[in-house]
């Protein structure tokens, strides 16, 4: 599975931004799926997911500002972020995991590229 995140940039604190990710996989349906972010120095953090029967979950750092999505008639994921602070400055990365119907031990891990939010206060 190959992912590819998009939509990365400069933004002011309280704007807005709309991240994509696209994947080559033709049945992403069947993996939960998510976006990451890893600031400065830090390690790689949840920042949101939806699973392969669409449960959102959100960190709390993010609850009510951002919203994931998937669209799996075109294998894509998208998370719009409103209300940017500062601190969401990181490089955001989606995730596929799975698919859902092997066991835990055979799910596999896979990995975007990565795109750079930067906010500025």
């Known amino acids: 599975v190959q992912l590819q995140a998009s939509g990365g940039g400069l933004v002011q604190a309280g704007g807005s931004l709309r991240l994509s990710c696209a994947s080559s996989e033709s049945s992403l349906s069947n993996y939960a799926v998510g976006w990451y972010h890893q600031a400065p120095g830090q390690q790689r953090e949840l920042v949101s997911t939806i699973s392969e029967f669409g449960t959102k979950n959100y960190a709390d750092s993010v609850k009510g500002r951002f919203t994931i999505s998937r669209d799996n008639a075109k294998n894509s994921l998208d998370l719009q972020m409103s209300t940017l602070k500062p601190e969401d400055t990181a490089v955001y990365y989606c995730?596929?995991?799975?698919?859902?119907?092997?066991?835990?031990?055979?799910?596999?891990?896979?990995w975007g590229q990565g795109t750079l939010v930067t906010v500025s206060s």
């Open positions: 995730n596929a995991y799975g698919p859902w119907h092997y066991a835990d031990s055979a799910k596999n891990n896979y």
